[in-house]
């Protein structure tokens, strides 16, 4: 009898939810409330989530310290994380050289999801100037002209066709280049070029930097935990300035540079009596190719045909915001909702590119007869059906998505339950955008900005970016670390499902700005702007590090990013990309804090070198903290000290009055 129960075990699929298994509240898992509610259907129905694998699944501890080597078959090695010195592995490496190479291998795989995906948008450009893919076109001649100057091309008296040519042929480099600096290289600011340059870290091409630290971290090869971290963080800058930078801009070339939008996020963007599909993933072109299906006479026709209002589009997760923030598509939710959000029975197609998609997704669609379907041949799911995307016939796969998700709403028998929850925002606030915003139209400039941060009305910038993780509740560290910030009159700037997080907690509304400081919320109600700027998808980090340069340029506040008041968080990170962005931000000189966990063992060399080593040589540094009020303050004490080191911290004892002042005065 109990050899049965084993074998019906086995054979049970894996997303049905196991009752033995220990159950946590949803309210306790995410302040979504449409995912709570979700959560709950879910349970009711007997679908298993990650919620309930994360509750199920201790976190393996040596795994979490980076103290386990399996780089060769002479271990798995596993050392002491309460005493790290005590042993060493097989071959001798220590506990320093284990680490730095796992980390390494973490912003390499990081770093090889963001240039990939850049390669892919700049293989597309190409063959768009070549004339050979004719769907897409040039759409942002400015924005083409501004990229191109911004690497010395010649633009003046020359064709729209000829400037493309030349800047497909130079950001090629950010990838192949063997030798010599990468093209973005030259955006960077000269000081903090310097640093790069006499600390050896510059990148040539993505791949060749890649490759290196993978042969570097291989067994036996590089054992020097200072000498690994030089080649991590030159594999994170080609991310950063190479990889994530040109897929940021030859998306902006060619779909456009987005401007502020009005769009709403959350669940209750899904229609009940209209066909839904959720576009999830990273590659705008089938995002962008989809909505041109969606919108097709003919296509629309054939829902009405089968009883539905019509075709409601939505995006998830990163290729999500890039179509939020250009087209103003609404979005359906973050990481941590894309199981969730298929628990409505309302998607009639869900399309996923690359990045960030649970293959645990198969099953639930299937639990609710959703159509799942992988169009990326870099990205196939078991139990999910493939309608590969090809560039050059780009509607053949988008039509059929649309076809199929036609004739699931015709034959929709899942319950449906669409959460009522819809919340609206400002969202598409581009760096060219933010300078216009500031300087006006033909003064556009960051001089405004510094100024605001100069007399003390905004006390720093922050970027707090990044995933959603089931082992801290959903959206909880993000708003509440956000709202710490906005109060103690911190602009802060957001990508990716972070961004998506706090446009559900409302605050990327320009009314948001009563939970500013009094400094921010004049700005804000100045230039009419939400205390919180959404940039865009994860790739879009690229756009606070443009951001940055054009700060330091403005002038007033130092001559390097490592110089400015400005901090980094990826509060409920969980990807090796979001390792990868953060060791580019500390390489650009950004004091980075994250939480959930860090991968590494306390006192030990290479973290101390992360933690301080990195700062004393004139980059920025990493910190960790779970508390996002912790987090909070570790990040404005940094601000301030580099207020204190610029000089400017009087002229905000001076300008700022605190809310308590205030009350004073007024009594
Ligand atoms: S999608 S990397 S969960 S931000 Fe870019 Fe969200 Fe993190 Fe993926």
Redesign the pocket.
Known sequence: MAEDKKVEKKKAPVTKLDKAKKEVDPKDLTICSATEQMLRKARRDGVETAYDRAADMKACPIGADSACCKHCSMGPCRLNAKDPYSKVGICGATIDTIQARNFGRMVAAGGAAHTDHGMSMLDLFREVVKGDIKEYKIKDTVKLEQVAQSIGIETEDRSVGEIAKDLYQELERTYTQVEGEIPFAKRVPEKTLETWRKQGIVPRGAMREIMELMHRSHMGVDQDYKNITKQLSRTALSDGWGGSMVATEISDILFGTPTPVQADVNMGCLKEDMVNIIVHG?EPNLFETMLVSVNDPAMVEAAKEVGAKGINLCGM??SGAEMLSRHGIPHAG??MSTEAVLVTGAVDAMAVDV??IKQALAPVAKCYGSYLFTTNPRCRIEGAQHIEFVEDEPRKCTDEVVVKAIARYKNRNAQVEIPNIRNAGIHGFSHEYIEYMLGGTFRGSYWPLNDNIINGRIRGVAGVV???NPRVKQDWVHVELVKELIKNDVLVLQT???QIALAKAGLLTPDAAYMAGSGLQEVCETVGMPPVLGLG??VDNSRILIAASAVVKAGGLGESIADLPVAGAAPEW??E??ISIGQYFVASGVYTIFGVTFPLTEQTKFKEYLFQGLEDENLGKWDFAVDPYEMAQKMIAHIDKKRSQLGIDKARERVLMSMDDRRTMEE
């Open positions: 990273h997760c990163c973050n990481f990045q960030c990044g995933c959603t990716g499902c972070s998808s994860c969980m990807s990309k979001a």
